[in-house]
């Protein structure tokens, strides 16, 4: 069967065909909810963290039912906006819109129900600074990264990347209503990470994103600029990466840090002298699937290395 193509008219409501199944696992698709789980996942280590945390659990799963809905917000809208670039790129080419599986008015009426959501839930449940900390973040990654940033600068993931960094401040605000050095550390510690983590990937799809026209650092400065600035990042991650055990005097987690850190640093100068070809290719998909598994390792020690203390286990 021949690949639909997609049709930009925004009188499209429903989807054309396919079963219930095939509807939800493309609104799954959409929502990328396998990038928000992420950002869920370090909304709810800012919740745990912070002072009194756990007495305030409607807040805490407002504020994650909040993000969880913004953040797929975010994701539909990125998607409404880029169907002819996903076209190109073989990582993307399958989503719903690229094939015109959805239309754009039925996408557009699913973002705005997202949206909706997170907005009643956060104003209702949690607090006004949570609430308007997450829609920063919608549309610094819908809005502002998908339309000015992504197709104007190779830069664009350093700065866009803020946007997915506020989940840990989101999720200690909606429990406590204030602002500390700890989830500020934490946003530091992804917004450092976001480029180290996601330009190896770049490398891989270079000629996806030379061929759709997107401007990405290994496009438009070549190989050996991107490599140094992802060893850049990563040292930079390390060191930031070692802020909160300072912080909670927790060296349970600050071990942690330093090895796991040590390790993607090594990686990233691995990376740096290999040749070009299928090798580094490999071994750049490598180090961005272990950059998940480190930040993952972060923040599960984080609540790992507080449960400790407060058990007196250090």
Known sequence: MAKSSFSPSPSVLLPGRGTVWSLFRDLWVLAKARVVSLLVFTAAVGELLAPGGLGHWTAALAGLAGIAFAGGAGGVLNQIVEPSLDQHMRRTNRRPLAEGRIGRGFAIAYAGLLLSASIIIL??????????????????????????LKPSTPWNIVWGGLAGALPPLIGWTAVTGSVAA??????????????????????????????????????????ERTRKEIRNYAVLTLGVSLAPAFLAQDWVYGAVALLSGSWFVWMA??????????????????????????????????????????????
């Open 123 to 148: 104003a209702v449940w949690t607090n006004y600074l949570t609430l308007a900390l997450t829609l920063l973040g919608t549309v610094g990654y819908g809005v502002v990264y998908t339309l000015y």
């Open 182 to 223: 700890m989830p500020l550390v934490l946003v530091a510690l992804i917004f450092v990470w976001t480029p180290a983590h996601f330009w190896p990937l770049a490398i891989c799809c270079r000629q996806d994103y030379e061929k759709a026209c997107i401007p990405m650092l290994p496009v438009t400065h070549g190989l």
């Open 269 to 314: 100068l691995q990376l740096k002298k290999m040749p070009e070809g299928p090798d580094m290719d490999r071994y750049a998909r490598k180090m961005f699937a272990y950059s998940i598994t480190y930040l993952f390792l972060l923040f599960t020690w984080l609540i790992v290395g507080k449960a400790l203390m407060a058990y007196g286990m250090i």
